[in-house]
């Protein structure tokens, strides 16, 4: 399938993640594995699990870490972090990361076929289009300078808000920004508006409090799911099909621990990332977090498929994807579940 890109878009984003992986070099790994004689777990390569330094992205690796999961697995992993979901599918790309974590702007890259999708993480209702007091509509954005983190949530929530008031990018000034800038260059009046998410938002609360809140995601909820997932490198995952399964089983139990420990693991969250409690909660209380066996059943019953299947029509219409692609392509649904077993 052909993806609509440019070389320039291609080049920023191999660049970004070089500096990203460079970085990503003084993050903390995971404990060595212990020796396994006898079995597969003797033989998995090193895991390379890249991540985002928030709730969803870093909660499931804070869990895993602190009780011991990858060690139960035999597996020995580092976690790189990254800024955003696209950078991680370019390093998949690159052979520089083996799994990764992407919201759901993001989606289309899996959908292009430079991905798989290992496991659903859960479903996001934080993102929102915000404005600065007195734009009190999206039709107010018209020819406004809008920030954006390119390729994530924010510019989806951005697109759809634009298309639901007869707008389209085009009549915005749209200025791609990573997610810290967002912030500033909100919270200075630098922009009139954004697509960018809580936690962030409260940050930008506490300097422009009567801020408007002009979309969100429960506004399209009857047209598409907004999940977010965890992705590994194909090539990674039809060479060890056994670690990949050890991993996706890691997954699984952090995934039932997480909903049964929600607010023990906004702690360990906090504690692995070195930030305040108090906006992983709010990161928390804007998503659905599922059980394994849960995703068991909406994978076996196709919701799963229907979600992807939505977003896939969504990028379509927002000129990431030619065509809609079906979702078992790059979908590890029937791993997912049988790690479970």
């Known amino acids: 399938m052909q993806i609509r890109t440019t070389r320039g878009i291609v080049a920023a984003i191999a660049t970004a993640a070089a500096a990203a992986l460079a970085l990503a070099g003084c993050s903390s790994a995971g404990s060595e594995a212990p020796a396994a004689s006898g079995d597969a777990a003797a033989d998995f390569p090193k895991i390379r699990f890249g991540y985002i330094a928030d709730f969803n992205g870093g909660s499931l690796l804070a869990i895993a870490e602190e009780q011991g999961l990858w060690e139960k697995q035999g597996l020995e992993v580092e976690t790189p972090v990254f800024t955003n979901g696209p950078l991680q599918i370019q390093a998949l790309g690159t052979n520089d990361l083996d799994f990764g974590y992407i919201g759901p702007g993001a989606m289309w890259l899996p959908a292009s076929g430079q991905a798989e999708i290992a496991a659903i993480n859960g479903l996001g209702n934080a993102d929102r289009v915000i404005a600065q007091p007195g734009i009190d509509s999206i039709e107010d954005l018209k020819g406004k300078k809008v920030a954006v983190p390119e390729g994530t949530s924010g510019d989806m929530i951005l697109t759809m808000a634009l298309k639901s008031a007869g707008l389209t990018i085009d009549d915005v000034e749209k200025v791609a920004m990573d997610p810290a800038t967002v912030v500033s260059a909100f919270s200075s009046k630098q922009v009139d508006a954004a697509g960018i998410w809580y936690p962030l938002i409260g940050t930008i609360e506490q300097q422009v409090p009567d801020l408007e809140i002009l979309a969100e995601n429960e506004d399209f909820a009857e047209e598409i799911a907004f999940p977010s997932a965890f992705v590994v490198s194909p090539a990674f995952a039809e060479e060890h099909p056994e670690a990949t399964e050890a991993v996706l089983a890691v997954l699984r139990e952090a995934m039932d621990y997480r909903v049964e420990h929600l607010d023990e693991t906004v702690e360990l969250t906090a504690a692995k990332l070195k930030a305040d409690p108090k906006g992983f909660a709010a990161d928390a209380a804007n998503a659905k977090y599922l059980s394994a066996s849960e995703?068991?059943?909406?994978?076996?019953?196709?919701?799963?498929?229907?979600?992807?299947?939505?977003?896939?029509?969504?990028?379509?219409?927002?000129?990431?994807?030619?065509?809609?692609?079906d979702a078992s392509t790059y979908y590890l649904g029937e791993q997912f579940v049988a790690a479970g077993k």
């Open 295 to 325: 995703l068991d059943e909406l994978t076996e019953d196709g919701t799963v498929a229907s979600w992807l299947t939505g977003l896939n029509e969504y990028f379509v219409t927002a000129g990431k994807l030619d065509e809609p692609t």
